[in-house]
């Protein structure tokens, strides 16, 4: 008979969630959430999200904004702001229309919904 076989315990048991807030700068806003098993091993992650997402203007996709955590209190884990990144995403050329811009490629993909 083999060793150790049978049930084990699953690690994700002893885990919690957690909700990453964003520092008072950005208005405290939820900008993901995390699990650890231990408050203290939440402390040092890093999260990306962009402005867009953040601020809810959709043209500020662009700016990635980078927060630490910080400190834990409760279920929440509180951040600071580390920097930002603009990125050079930008629509693919091959989905866009004889005479369209990026922006009424936007506005055609969102209406076809």
């Not at 002893?14 to 990453?20: E, L, P």
């Not at 939820?30 to 408050?39: I, M, R």
């Not at 629509?91 to 055609?108: G, N």
Request: proline content about 4%.
């Amino acid at each position: 008979m083999a060793k150790g076989v049978g049930k084990r315990a699953s690690s994700w048991a002893s885990k919690k969630w957690y909700q990453i807030v964003a520092p008072p700068e950005f208005g405290e806003k939820p900008v993901g959430e995390s699990c650890a098993d231990a408050p203290s091993k939440m402390i040092g992650r890093t999260i990306e999200v962009s402005l867009g997402e953040l601020g809810g203007d959709i043209t500020n996709q662009n700016i990635k904004l980078m927060f630490k955590v910080s400190e834990v209190a409760g279920e929440s884990a509180r951040t600071r702001f580390m920097g930002y990144t603009l990125t050079r995403d930008s629509v693919s050329y091959t989905h866009l229309r004889a005479h369209e811009t990026s922006l009424h490629l936007v506005c055609r993909l969102l209406l076809e919904k």
